[in-house]
Structure formats: C-alpha cells, structure tokens
C-alpha cells in the first residue's frame, strides 16, 4: 500500500484538541436539546472513529467490519439498559418469539457494571480470535477487507435470525432509565452528553499515548512496509493483533455510548454499509491523525443530518459526490489539505519574506 | 430422487449466476486491483437497460416480433455499461490506481450516486422485465423441470467467459492487456499505451456486468438497490476463487453456489449463508490467497 | 517531551471536571429554564391553535426515501402529500393551512428514531404520518411516548402492540391473517407450507398462523425463512414440490417476492397447481413481479384498486392524474391516505391540534374511506375494517373474491380468540 496519511508530529496537534473538546464542551450551551443529542451521537461515532485510525491510518489495515464490534458494544448496554426497563419481566420481543424465561447469557446483563464492562470485553475477545487467526496467517490487504465484510454479514444474519435472543431486524429498543435516571429527562441526557465528551477525550489520549510509544513507531512501520519491520526484528502479527483489539475496544466502548443516547440497537448498525460509512469519516477527517479522525467523525454525520433534513430526497447524491471528491483530491483528508494550505501559505510568505508581525500570527 | 437431481441443478445453476456475476469484477478487480463497490451498480444498469430495451419494444414495434427484444437487450446491456465503465474510469479510477483501498471509498461513493439516479429517472419502486416467450417453461426431465431460463443463464456465462478467454489470451489486444497488468513499466516502455489499456479492460469489465444485469431480470427484481445484494457475494467469489485467474472466479463461484443450495436444503437459508461465509473465512486462513494464485517471487505485492 | 503531555492531559481533563462540574450545577438550572421555556411556548401554541391565525399548522411525513424500504415507501409518501393538498384546497383545518415537513429514514431504523425526535423537538409538528416497517416503528414507539407526540402508522403489522401514541391504519392480524387462514382451510386444503422473510413480521405471523392451524385442523408442513434480499428460491421452490402442500402461506417481503414468484412460474409450477396465499404483496409490489408471473395467486388485504365504492373512483382518478396514468393505488397506499383525512377530522372535532385532545376526539371517529366505511376504535386506536381475500388477474389488478359482510373490529392481541391465549402476554 502507497504511504498516505498524515505524518503525525507529535505534539504539534495540541491546540487543535484543545479547541474541539472546548467547542464540544460549550455546545450545549448554544444548540437545543435535540441538537445536543445528537451530537452526542456523533461524539459516540468519533470514539469509533479514533479506533479506525489507530488500526487504519497507522497500521494500514482497512476493516469493513468495525460495525460488527461497535454493535456488539451497543447490544450489550441495551440488554441492560432493556431489563431494567422491563423491570424483572421477560423483554417483549422475546415473549412474541414464544420464550418463557430468560436465556441465562441475558442475566449476567442485570448488572449495569457487567453489562459495560462486557461491552468492551466482548468486542475486544472477538477481535483477538479474529486478528490472531489472521495476522497469524498473513492476511492482509484487500483480502482482510473482504474477510470482515464476511465477519459483519455473518454477524446480521446470525442476529437477525435469532430474534428470540436478539429481537431480530428490530433490534433492541424502548428503553426507560439507565442507572435508575430516567432516560426521558433533559438532565441525564445532557449528563450522557458529557460523559460522551470525557469518554472521547480518554479514548484520545489513550490513542496518543500508544502512538507516541514504541509501539505507534512500529504500527507506523508495518504500514510503511510490513517486511521490512518483520526484517527488523519486530513480529508484525502481535503488534497488530494488540491494535486490533484496541480498535475493536473503542468501537465497543462507542456502541455502550451510543445506545443510551439513540434509544436504539438493530442489526442492520452491524451490516457492511455503516462499516464502510465509518471508514469513510476517517478517511474525509484525515487517516493518520487522531484530531482528523474526530473531526471525520463529527463533521460528515453534521453534514449528512444537515443535508439529509434540506434535501429528503436527493440527500444521496451530495454525500456520493463528497465520497468521491475528497477521497480522489484529498487523500489525506481535511486535515491534510488543511496542513498542505498551511505549508504553502507559509512558504509563499516566506519567499516574499513579509514582515515579522504575520509570521508571529502564523506561528499561533 | 428427483428432488436430489433438481437440487444438484439449483446448484450448478445458482453457481453460473455467481459466476457472471462476478466475472466483470474478475477483469477489474483480479487484473486491475480495483475494488469497485459500483460494480452492483454496473449490473443494475444492464437491468434498467433490459427493461428501458423491452419498453422501445412495447411502443414501437409489432408484438409478434417483441419476445426478440432480449436479443438486442443483452448486447444493449453491455455496450451502456461498458459506456459508463469508461466514463468512470476515465474521470475517477484513473487517479486510484494502485490505493486498491481508496478505489474501495471512492466507487462506493460512486455507487450512491448511481442508486439515486435509477431512482430520480426511474423511480423508486421496482419495475417489471416480462421474459421473453422463448424463455418460459422448461425442459422436462425424468419428473421435474429443469427451467429455461437457468439453462439459458448456464449456457450465457460459458459463452461469456469463452469470450473472455479468448479475448484474453488468443488476441493481440488481450496479450497487451495481460502484459499491462503484469507490469506496467515494461509495457509501457515497449510502447503500449497504457492508459487506453485500462480504459478499455475497465470498460470491458463494467461491460460483462452490465450483461449480468440483463440476465438477473429473467430471476429476480429490478430496482435501484438491486446491486446491492450481488456485491459482496461476487467479492467473495473472486477473494476464494483467487484473485487474477479466471479459472479461479468459476472454481469460486461453483464452491460458493453449491455450498449455498446444498446447505440450504438441508438446514434454512439463513443458516446456509453463515455457514458459506463461515467456510470462506476458513479456507482464506488455510489459503490466503485463494484456490488459485499466480505464482510470483516479488515479496511484497 | 512525555512530562509535558502529562501535565497537559492533566489540567486539561482537571480543566474539562471543573467544566464539567460547573455545567452539571447550571444543568439543573439550564434545564428547568428550557423545560419551562418548553412550556411557555407549548401554551403559545395553544393558544395560538385555538385564536385562529394564519400560520400553517405543521405535520411531519417520516418514509424511507433512499435504501432498500424506498420502493414501497416513496408511494405511501405521495398519497400522503396529496390528501394533504386536497385538504389545503378545500380551506384546510381550523382555518390554517397545513404544511408538511418531510424527512427521509433512509431504511435505517436508528436514522428513523433521529428523524422522528427532529420532527417533534425541532419542527414540534402537531403529528407525524410515517413508517413501514415494524422495525422502523418500534425505533420512533418510545420517542413518541417521550414526547407525547402522535404518529400514524398505514401498514398492516404483527399486532401485538398498542401504544397511546400511535393510530394503526393497517390490519391487525384477526383483519387479514386470521380471516385468510381460515378460508383457506374451507376452501383450499389443509397442509400448509409457510414461507417467510427472517424478520418479526413473519415470525410472529407464522407464530399465530401455526396455533390457528393447530386449533382449526390445518396441518403444518413446513416454516422457511429466508434472510431480507434473499434472491434466489430455486432450493426454496424445490422444497415446496417435495413437500406437496396444500397452500403456501406467503409472508415474505419486497425484493425477494420477485425472485420467488419468477421462479414458481419458470418451474412450471401455476395457480392451479398450488394456492398461494400473500399478505405483503399489494398492486404496487406486483408492478415489479409481473403480472404474469403472479396471475391466479391470491392475497388478502383490506383495500384494493378495484374495490368497488364511489369514494374508491375518486381516489384512483385524483392519485393517477396526480402521479402519471401509469400508477396503482393499493392498500397502505389508501390507509396513508385516510390517515390524513381522519388526523384532520379529529382535529377538527377538537378544535385544537393538542395530543389528547386529538385523540379523544378520534375515538369512534367514522370515515367514508375508499375501502369502505372505517371506524376508529378507542380501546386500541386500530381501524375496523373489513377484510378482502383477491385473486391477481393479468393486468396485474386484483379482483376481490371474498369479503367479510362487515368492517371487523381490530384485535391486534386477539384475545377473542380462544387458541390465541397464550400468544400475547
């Protein structure tokens, strides 16, 4: 694979999160009580978004199946979230579907702190004995992509057809309360905003943190060129097996994010087309660096609401073309054109050799 | 008994389709290492060019002439998406190759603006292709009956990739392409244009889809998500079959075809398409690189 | 350079709690001054509703416009926008004009859940004509208890459900599944195959059908699912011939019907060889199918194209001037239709576009429909309607072959029925 991404110089990105996790922090303030939740949502789809990165941008592995982990992630908050709203009594989809007690792996779900811990261990397993067989067996490229489109068919086939253990195509829905607050209220959606907020803020470091060890040096290697850091001594096959795990960890944890704030988990979430969606905001925000990633995240689901609420029934052709575009004219995202602007302006600056006083500005 | 010996047909039959499916996307993606998620989109056009073909018929031409309209539809099929082949990869693939995972981003987005323009000229809900009279029924066969239009299918896709394998390997053009997709530099600097040499493979390419499009309206639904439902299928059928041998896309899709239809009688249909997928996975990490590969000592490719 | 992150991280995120803790004491605050901001400006509505004024009132129309469910749904929105139009040319409701905000669920049942709280926070609609799918409806059923909004439903479903805040247009189960069983079991034979996309619809259509057989001395065969985009039914259609049944029962959806009925009819397999029976299949589904593929097999609905009142001819005569000569009207094409017109009687009758206003004034509601006459039933907020079982003909019409005599009263937990008792609990 050709090198793209964003060359990331640490510690240069500082101001950038800064200004976003500010903006994100002030935004209830401005918008609405919907607008609000609904960037909640999209703050869920950056957490994903920076596991994408950490296993797309920097090691070079595109998966179409993230879907599959960020549901699983979501089906687990939402069975805990669907028997403390039920209150004891058997979910209904699954008393249409003709059960008379609760599946035993449903109850361990009860238990709030289970239930989100299992939203990040489940993924995380999964990963493991997928990325293991795999990496172990030196499938890369094209053809992991291909496989995970598989995994993530495998998985909606399989939780649609269970509709008894699943609720089938509905998927799990019409929840009450989440730790005994009333999902309802403009408080604990609001509190569910900010805990969305910190959690991306922790999911940002902790990525920051793995890229700016060793570890992130040789991700970066084996993206560059795979053998050349088997040749060097590193075993690819664990480094991006821990990545994988990683990126599946974050998906989950934005799933048990997401589900409180949508009301809703079906299958279809898991399917291929929201799989390559995700790839697509980090792909637009700029792979190989995490700000572009949430920024990815963030901007193309603004615009798609945006869009999607002016323009009902044509919406797909403006998100078609700006797939295209910017994957053809921007491969290394907004991010990236926004840094190439940068160099050339400064460069230009420099030739004319301007005055001191813009150079101090462009140095902020 | 011959329950078993139709089933055996379902499976051969269910495999050719795979088959015809896939192999526009065999030329573009085993050869040119495009992953074109509009390759659906391809086959969705030769439907609505079928169905656009039969309606001309309709208001135009004496109805005891109308069951020929398929005739003109399937070469129809071809030449329109061939077009669209070309003006895609003319303006858009061109600036992808060799980022195989971005070509995957930038046709997906192409594939969007495809459905929604079947929709805006056609409309949303599906339309009809009526199968021409020589086409209906079905040869009958110790108890059951084996369907025409299968056959026909069957004997399609033979044709079709004859046509291929001939055009591949027994015409100049074919050898220059071949020579293109082994490398590039060299053909190059042997004097072949290489660009018209991709043009052409991706047209031809698009083309074989757009024939399969025409096929599929003998079977099954025609609407503007109708790709949708072919596109993974026909990837897997390339990745299991091998990427680059044709020989490979036939073994792919017989192993996928025959495993769906038998696994299917004997459990349901969902199961059998888990069960298919699950076996894919398998066999990817037993063989990475499918049953067939073309042997190459470059270390990273 | 790793000291200088950590202490960055640090008073940022020290930074990000004290944020954090100041908003959550002025979250409070914040959110009772909008909730009682909320409330001033629902009273303004309010009375604005009942002082005639001049702006329109605002309703939302929530269908999938792109995605798979497109297909079916982008008609129901048409029939929609054009009961609306005729009820603005006629002087609209209370004086004001209505005026429809339409969004796109894009066959996605989360995007639906989005679309609906926009429609009833943002655009705060008075009500919301939308869904096909069950799916897509349990998604918006908690968003509209939350916001006390009203939505309503035009397509036959599962049953099973009855929320203060939906009006079902559809049939409920004992309106088509129960009473098309049941003749056939009189007139069509015993053994019954059951064929249905893997989804809760089929599932718990067969769930009742299989309790009704067992009651009524049907015979189940066999119960096959296939997954939603299925597209090929040759192993399908070779089971069907090896297991001889009597009648297939037919509850699967969309796209796969196509591929299904193509392939009944390229194995030689004709009406008169089986009975099949569809209950997803409508006018506009059988464009796709071809008429030829599909003529003989039966269906059972409430409404046809063909049914015979003078309110049908009119609507068929206003939809395919509207649409193009070449359009079909059929069932949840005319109950979103009547939706329309019977959220506006009841608004009407309320003289006010408040939730339980409108919906006491919708109980008993009777409505001249192009199906018949239609009654809203209080206890459950379903239609009474009467049932039709029709034969497709060539043209790809359906000819009605059975009627109830009267509208029936909806059950959608068929707890008149005493094989039914332990379906819904």
């Known amino acids: 694979m050709k090198q793209i991404g964003n060359l990331n110089k640490a510690g240069k990105n500082n101001i950038t999160i800064i200004i976003i996790m500010f903006l994100l922090c002030i935004a209830p303030v401005f918008l609405s009580d919907f607008r609000t939740n609904l960037l909640g949502k999209f703050v869920a789809f950056a957490i994903l978004a920076l596991g994408i990165d950490l296993i797309w941008g920097y090691t070079g592995i595109l998966s179409l199946g993230h879907g599959v982990y960020f549901g699983i992630g979501a089906y687990c908050m939402a069975m805990y979230l669907k028997l403390e709203a039920d209150g004891g009594k058997l979910p209904d989809f699954m008393s249409w579907s003709g059960r008379e007690s609760l599946p035993w792996f449903w109850k361990p779900f009860e238990i709030a702190p289970v239930a989100v811990l299992m939203a990040l261990v489940l993924p995380t397993l999964i990963a493991l004995i997928i990325g293991y067989l795999t990496f172990k067996n030196r499938i890369k490229g094209v053809y992991f992509s291909i496989l995970t489109q598989a995994l993530s068919i495998i998985f909606v086939v399989l939780f649609v057809g269970q509709q008894e253990f699943t609720g089938g195509t509905n998927g799990i829905t019409n929840f009450k309360t989440i730790f005994h607050f009333s999902l309802a209220s403009g408080s604990t959606k609001l509190w569910l905003y900010y805990i969305s907020v910190v959690f991306l803020l922790l999911a940002f470091f902790f990525c920051k943190f793995i890229i700016n060890r060793r570890v992130g040096k040789v991700l970066i290697a084996i993206r560059d060129g795979e053998n050349r850091a088997r040749f060097s001594g590193y075993n690819p096959t664990i480094y991006k097996v821990f990545v994988y795990c990683i990126s599946a960890a974050l998906a989950g944890l934005a799933g048990a994010v997401y589900v409180p704030q949508v009301g809703i988990i079906s299958p279809a979430e898991m399917g291929i087309v929201p799989s390559i969606e995700m790839v697509i905001w980090v792909a637009i925000g700029g792979r190989g660096s995490l700000n572009g990633a949430i920024i990815g995240a963030i901007l193309v689901n603004l615009m798609k609401s945006g869009v999607s609420e002016k323009f009902p029934a044509v919406w797909s052709y403006f998100i078609g073309i700006a797939f295209v575009v910017v994957v053809i004219f921007m491969p290394s995202g907004l991010v990236g054109a926004f840094n190439k602007l940068k160099s050339k302006l400064k460069s230009i600056k420099i030739n004319k050799s ?11 | ?192 244009n290489t660009r018209k040499v991709d043009s052409i493979t991706f047209a031809m390419g698009a083309g074989l889809a757009g024939i399969a499009g025409g096929a599929l309206t003998l079977l099954g639904s025609i609407g503007p998500t109708l790709g949708t439902n072919y596109i993974v299928d026909t990837f897997m059928v390339v990745v299991l079959g091998g990427v680059g041998r044709i020989v490979g896309t036939v073994t792919g899709s017989a192993a996928i075809g025959i495993g769906n239809t038998t696994f299917e009688f004997f459990t349901n249909a969902s199961l059998g398409k888990v069960l298919v997928f699950l076996m894919v996975i398998i066999f990817l990490q037993w063989k990475p690189q499918g049953f067939f590969t073309i042997n190459s000592r470059a270390l990273d490719e | ?181 049941e003749w056939l079991l009189q007139n069509k034979g015993k053994k019954f195959f059951l064929l249905g996309s893997d989804y809760v619809f089929p599932r718990t259509a067969n769930k009742i059908i299989k309790a009704q057989l067992a009651a009524q001395g049907g015979e189940l065969i066999a119960e096959e699912y296939t997954p939603l985009g299925h597209t090929d039914y040759s192993t399908i259609v070779n089971k069907i011939k090896a297991a001889k049944p009597d009648v297939v029962f037919n509850t699967l959806n969309g796209d796969s019907n196509v591929a299904f009925f193509k392939e009944l009819k390229a194995s030689g397999i004709t009406s008169n060889d089986l009975t099949t029976c569809s209950v997803s299949v409508a006018e506009e589904e059988i464009r796709g199918i071809g008429a030829d593929n599909m003529a003989g097999h039966l269906v059972s609905w409430n409404y046809y194209q063909t049914t015979d009142t003078p309110e049908n001819k009119a609507f068929v005569e206003k939809y395919r001037a509207k649409y193009g000569a070449d359009r079909v009207t059929d069932d949840p094409i005319e109950a979103a239709y009547i939706n329309v017109y019977l959220w506006a009687e009841a608004v009407k009758k309320a003289g006010s576009t408040d939730t339980a206003k409108v919906k006491e004034a919708a109980k008993g509601l009777e409505f001249k429909a192009p199906e018949g006459t239609v009654k809203i039933e209080g206890e459950n907020q379903h239609l009474w309607k009467p049932v039709r079982i029709g034969e497709v003909q060539p043209d790809g019409l359906i000819k009605e072959i059975w009627s109830t005599a009267q509208s029936v009263k909806p059950d959608p937990y068929l707890k008149s029925y005493d094989w039914a008792k332990g379906l819904s609990n």
Not at chain 3, 89 to 94: E, M, P, Y
């Open chain 2, 1 to 192: 008994m011959s329950t078993y010996l139709l089933q055996i047909f379902n499976g051969v039959s269910v495999s050719s389709i795979l088959m015809l499916a896939a192999l526009g996307l065999a030329i573009t993606f085993g050869l040119m290492k495009i992953i074109n998620m509009a390759h659906g989109e391809l086959i969705m056009i030769g439907a609505y060019v079928t169905y656009v073909i039969q309606n001309i018929f309709i208001q135009y031409f004496d109805k005891s002439i109308f069951s020929l309209y398929y005739i003109i539809a399937l070469p129809g099929a071809f030449v329109v998406a061939a077009l669209v082949g070309y003006l895609l990869e003319i303006s858009i693939i061109k600036r992808l190759y060799g980022r195989p995972l971005d070509s995957l981003l930038a046709t997906w987005g192409v594939s969007l603006i495809l459905q929604q323009l079947a929709r805006s000229i056609f409309g949303a809900p599906n339309v009809d292709v009526k199968s021409p009279a020589w086409l209906e029924g079905g040869l009958v066969l110790g108890g059951t009956q084996l369907p025409y239009k299968r056959l026909f299918i069957i004997g399609l896709v033979i044709a079709c990739i004859a046509g291929v394998y001939i055009f591949l390997y027994r015409t100049a053009y074919g050898r220059k392409i071949r020579a293109v997709m082994q490398n590039r530099s060299m053909a190059q600097s042997l004097g072949i």
């Open chain 3, 1 to 181: 350079m790793k000291k200088t992150w950590l202490a960055l991280g640090l008073s940022i995120s020290i930074a990000l709690s004290a944020l954090l803790g100041g908003c959550g004491s002025s979250t409070a605050a914040g959110s009772s001054a909008s909730s009682a901001s909320a409330a001033v400006s629902s009273e303004a509505a309010a009375s604005s509703a009942e002082t005639v004024s001049e702006d329109p009132i605002k309703v939302g129309i929530l269908h999938s416009l792109s995605g798979t469910m497109a297909i079916s749904e982008v008609s129901v929105k048409d029939a929609e926008m054009m009961a609306i139009e005729e009820i603005n040319a006629a002087g609209g409701v209370l004086g004001r004009k209505i005026e429809p905000v339409v969004e796109d669920g894009a066959s996605d049942w989360p995007k639906f859940a989005e679309k609906a709280k926009k429609l009833l926070q943002n655009d705060k609609v008075a009500t919301v004509f939308g869904c096909w799918t069950s799916a897509s409806r349990k998604a918006v059923l908690p968003v509209f208890e939350e916001n006390n909004g009203l939505l309503w439903y035009p397509v036959q479903y599962e049953g099973m459900e009855s929320s203060p805040n939906i009006f079902y247009s559809g049939a409920a189960p004992n309106q088509q599944i129960v009473p098309a069983v």
């Open chain 1, 354 to 364: 301007a005055n001191p006083a813009e150079d101090k500005i462009l140095m902020e």
